[in-house]
């Protein structure tokens, strides 16, 4: 819809522009009452951006608007300044758009990027939208933050990919967010023409994916430090203990030493045992509603999800964990912080302790939903049972099981075709360089 003039005159000053309300209809314009031309854009998005209207050649010229900046960004003080620049440019004759291309090049990264996020904070779930604002902030915006859209070329990325090479998992996640941002800026015009995205020609790092798995051992001796920090507690593992606090606050500070046994909420000690016995991702767990506890169908049916609604299949085991769980009254959170109306935040300090005490320090909360999948591999479950049971919705994401499936098809295959050879009176023997010699029954 084009944009609606409005021809109110105000003094445009950043409270009066942050007052101004977006119309779902269309855009429209606020003027300044101070500076003739100078006004503001209001977009439906709620993004605001300063313009000059102005005519070349008296009042006989073509009128024409040339953008100054985003709010927020640019400053209503900045955008009078550059309007007033402009307009002793214009009093020369000289048409501030014959070097629209040229111009464009000075949007700098950082000033396009908040346009962006914003945009993204509308479309995504709000812990993606974290994430997106994480990689730009500790990541993108320090490297490039300062330089002119068009002045990041793919030797730019390149060698901010290469800076992060010693964890490549999160150096290409920095490079897709980029390349996602400058696709963004290309359907928007922020690119001069024939600039393209600068991240293609940059090939991501390779990625091991090596899920880990929790040996037979490994589950026993996590139940065994998840029931002692159910009971006496755990001590902190020593990278995270602090020093008894001394001095004149030291009253006011929590002292924890290493060795010293540490109570564990038993909210999070039931947390981690639901992980393990039903492969739910730690954000699902930690959200988990009592409303979406189906005991009757031993089912979770949870709202949302990484993947959105979905049903979560449980064992009688899961079910048990649900119900020994301690229950505030009213409590809106299975896994509830407080009076119930808030989800625990983390159970990183338990889960901590807890890797310490059965000594799997490289385990990650995450590997309980691989050690969940891979007991469903051992038992001979199909790749498509499996990625059910885990919500996946894209087959590939399941095949990082598929060696565990094949391993337990050679194991049955191998039984069974040893007690068929039997039946044939075929004798099978295994050398010491692991060779298998076939004998067949002498001729009669």
Not at 165 to 171: D, F, L, R
Request: charged share 25%; with cysteine.
């Amino acid at each position: 819809m084009s944009a609606v003039q409005n021809n109110s005159g105000t003094h445009l000053t950043k409270r009066s522009v942050d007052a101004l309300r977006p119309d779902p209809e269309g855009d429209f314009f606020a003027w300044d009452d101070e500076l003739p031309g100078f006004g503001c854009r209001v977009y439906p998005s709620g993004l605001k951006v300063y313009v000059l209207k102005y005519r070349l050649g008296g009042r006989a010229g073509k009128q024409r608007r040339r953008k100054l900046g985003s709010h927020g960004v640019v400053t209503p003080e900045e955008g009078r300044r550059q309007a007033k620049a402009l307009l002793g440019v214009v009093a020369q004759r000289v048409d501030p758009h014959a070097a629209t291309d040229r111009e464009r090049t000075v949007m700098r990264v950082s000033e396009a990027v908040e346009n962006y996020l914003r945009q993204q904070d509308v479309k995504l779930k709000l812990r993606t939208a974290k994430e997106y604002r994480r990689l730009f902030r500790q990541y993108i915006l320090p490297a490039l933050g300062t330089k002119p859209l068009t002045d990041v070329t793919p030797a730019v990325v390149s060698r901010l990919h290469e800076k992060l090479s010693k964890a490549p998992v999160q150096a290409n996640r920095v490079l897709t967010r980029l390349s996602g941002f400058f696709t963004w800026c290309g359907d928007r015009g922020l690119l001069v023409r024939g600039v393209t995205n600068p991240c293609t020609s940059v090939p991501h790092f390779r990625e091991e994916r090596q899920p880990r798995f929790l040996t037979t051992a490994e589950a026993v001796r996590l139940g065994a430090a998840l029931t002692k920090a159910a009971t006496v507690g755990l001590p902190q593992p020593p990278r995270r203990s602090k020093p008894v606090a001394t001095g004149p606050t030291a009253k006011h500070r929590a002292k924890r030493t290493a060795g010293v046994p540490v109570p564990a909420n038993s909210l999070a000690v039931g947390a981690i045992r639901l992980a393990l016995l039903t492969g739910m991702r730690r954000g699902e767990v930690l959200n988990l509603r009592w409303s979406e506890v189906d005991s009757e169908r031993t089912q979770l049916r949870l709202a949302d999800s990484k993947t959105g609604a979905k049903v979560v299949q449980i064992g009688a085991p899961a079910l048990l964990v649900l119900r020994s769980l301690p229950r505030v009254k009213d409590a809106i959170y299975v896994f509830s912080s407080g009076d119930g109306k808030q989800p625990l935040e983390s159970v990183r300090r338990v889960w901590d302790a807890v890797r310490f005490e059965a000594k799997i320090e490289d385990v990650r909360f995450h590997d309980l939903r691989h050690s969940f999948a891979s007991s469903l591999a051992e038992q001979g479950e199909s790749l498509l049972l499996i990625g059910s049971l885990l919500g996946h919705k894209d087959a590939s994401t399941t095949q990082r099981y598929a060696h565990l499936v094949d391993d337990r098809r050679k194991a049955a295959a191998d039984t069974t075709s040893g007690r068929l050879a039997e039946a044939l009176g075929l004798a099978v023997h295994e050398k010491e360089n692991q060779a298998v010699v076939l004998q067949f029954p002498a001729r009669a």
